[in-house]
């Protein structure tokens, strides 16, 4: 609870069919510092039953979001809600209202190109285009993007308005309601030389074979590319699957994730001990 800081919801519009942006505000915002990272996230508690937002960063309560826009004059922050079911995220996003109150962890981030890189490639489903939206927007004029977005329905279509050189690819597939496209689309790019820093997001079981398709054809340096898992296609099975594992199962996950390690360095040690313990 001692890092959260508690926030308003001061408007909410639709801004495509499936997309949703809430506006919140709080004067603890102003104390905010960017990680610097322009896909930063944090986890947005949402209050059930009980109205007071206290913090526990679990998913039964708190759902992560990107910081899709974030104006320290005023201070507020805008996130944007792919509204594709019932959980609780989604619903709190249908019906957020003036005056709700969420509880927000501490921001993190993953998007770092290499200092002195300048052609990216990203790649993500609906969950990843406001991060995709947020780093074109900060990028500069000697950046050069080639993007893939896979949508709900061509109508989630946005507009990405940047300063650098950008290609977009829109594909209507996956995202929960389908079979995703994502990594046949890669299969089919030209191979992206080493210097081009590769970032992704999307489901979490498409992310692993996304990350096993780039170790195995677009090798490159681990500080040059960075896949995320956003969310998972059955998250109550995933999470039945966690609690099944025996404590010293859970522990080994927990030792190999080492903080001080580059992510996809613990990768390559956390897939295998995944897949050996059938997660
Ligand atoms: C770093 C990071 C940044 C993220 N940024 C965003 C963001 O900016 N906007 C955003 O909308 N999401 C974002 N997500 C994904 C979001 O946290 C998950 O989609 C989350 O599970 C949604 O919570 P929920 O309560 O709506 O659904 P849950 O209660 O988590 O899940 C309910 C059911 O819906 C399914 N489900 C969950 N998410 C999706 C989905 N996107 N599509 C289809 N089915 C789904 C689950 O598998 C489950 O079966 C981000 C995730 C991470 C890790």
């Not at 949703?20 to 104390?31: C, D, E, I, K, Q």
């Not at 590769?198 to 590319?225: G, Q």
Request: proline share 6%; hydrophobic share 40%.
């Amino acid at each position: 609870m001692s890092d959260s800081i508690v926030v308003s919801v001061v408007g909410a519009q639709q801004i495509s069919p499936n997309l949703r942006r809430v506006t919140l505000s709080g004067p603890a915002l102003a104390a905010w510092e960017s990680t610097g990272k322009a896909d930063e996230f944090l986890h947005v508690h949402i209050p059930g039953e009980d109205p007071a937002p206290g913090w526990e960063d679990d998913h039964d309560v708190a759902r992560h979001y990107t910081v899709r826009r974030w104006d320290p004059s005023v201070p507020s922050i805008d996130i944007d809600v792919v509204t594709h079911g019932h959980g609780r995220g989604a619903t709190w996003a249908r019906s957020a209202q003036p005056g709700d109150v969420v509880a927000l962890s501490e921001l993190h981030g993953y998007y770092s190109p290499p200092a002195g890189t300048t052609r990216r490639l990203l790649v993500a489903d609906a969950t990843g285009l406001p991060a995709v939206a947020r780093i074109l927007e900060e990028a500069s004029a000697e950046e050069s993007f080639h993007v893939t977005v896979e949508l709900i329905s061509a109508d989630d279509r946005i507009a990405l308005p940047s300063p650098a050189t950008v290609t977009v690819d829109w594909r209507v597939s996956g995202n929960g309601r389908g079979p995703s496209a994502l990594l046949s689309l890669m299969e089919g790019m030209e191979v992206p030389d080493g210097g081009v820093y590769v970032w992704l997001a999307c489901e979490s079981a498409h992310s692993r074979k996304a990350r096993a398709f780039v170790r195995a054809t677009w090798p490159r340096h681990h500080a040059y590319y960075r896949i995320v898992g956003y969310w998972h296609v059955n998250a109550e099975e995933q999470l039945r699957k966690w609690n099944a594992l025996s404590e010293a199962q859970q522990a080994r996950y927990l030792e190999i994730w080492d903080e001080s390690r580059p992510d996809e360095v613990n990768w390559l040690e956390l897939e295998p001990y995944l897949q050996e313990i059938g997660l």
